[in-house]
């Protein structure tokens, strides 16, 4: 059983109108539905509950956290953004989806801003494969296609990625390293950049698939109680 827990800070769909329209159920069910089944439960937390919806216990009893922040970064206490980074660096798989680039828990495990830039205006994105062999896109064709997306193009202030899966390129011109995988300590990290809050992007059959896929990728291998640097004597 893998143990999915999605973190969603669910401010803008409480008041924007195009947000709604986009998931009427909620992006955090968009994405849970993707990716519960018989052998994944899913759970999902919110900014607005108590301490952010993150205890230790809750990480502890997750393999693989999924971010989605954006206009609520700077509210995340900067206490919850280390206890993920501190979970990911003992094996916790961690996947951070479009906007959450900015999120403290991200730029934390980065080191870097993870500034980019970006702009608006509809463009047709196609999410190319860059790495066909890789687990993550496994079951996809050459390219994702999405009539709409937010427009994220380079440079992007991230650390040169272990793995670039995909490559986004826009009708506007720009492209984008939109599939990066890391590893962190013990843990897994894949940031992918489409999921903007006003298209529904997150049920996009192939973009769904990217997430069952990176979940899988990302569960833990290996994973430690406690990260220590003990002092040892020579061994006998
Ligand atoms: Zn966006």
């Known amino acids: ?16 109108a195009k947000v709604q329209e986009a ?14 089944s018989d052998d994944v439960t899913v759970r ?15 990480l502890e009893d997750t393999d693989v956290l999924l971010w989605w922040g954006h206009v609520g970064h700077n509210d995340v206490p900067d206490e919850i ?9 003992k094996g916790m798989g961690a996947i951070f989806l479009h906007s959450a680039h900015h999120s403290k828990p991200f730029k934390l495990l980065m080191g870097t801003s993870c ?21 993550i896109a496994r079951g996809l ?39 990066c995988c890391y590893r962190r300590g013990a843990g ?11 298209v529904p992007t997150f049920y996009n ?5 990217v997430l069952r896929n990176a979940v899988q990728w990302a569960k833990p291998e290996y994973r430690v109680k406690e990260l220590e640097c003990p002092h040892v004597s020579i061994p006998d």
């Open 205 to 209: 059959e192939d973009v769904r698939t």
């Open 81 to 89: 953004a280390r206890m993920v980074q501190q979970e990911v660096l």
């Open 23 to 36: 998931y009427p159920q909620g992006m955090a069910e968009a994405i849970a539905s993707a990716l519960r």
């Open 115 to 135: 500034n980019l830039t970006w702009r608006e205006n509809g463009d047709t994105e196609r999410v190319w494969v860059a790495k066909p062999s890789h687990p």
């Open 141 to 179: 064709g050459r390219y994702i296609k999405l009539e709409h997306e937010e427009t994220y193009g380079e440079p992007f202030d991230i650390p040169e990625p272990d793995v670039t899966v995909f490559l986004g390129g826009y009708s506007g011109g720009e492209v984008f390293r939109s599939g």
């Open 188 to 198: 897994k990290v894949f940031y992918f950049q489409p999921g903007h809050e006003t």
């Open 1 to 16: 059983m893998t143990r999915v827990t999605i973190w969603y800070e669910r401010i803008q769909e409480l008041t924007d």
């Open 44 to 58: 999902c937390l919110y900014q607005q509950d108590p301490n952010c919806g993150i205890t230790q216990e809750i």
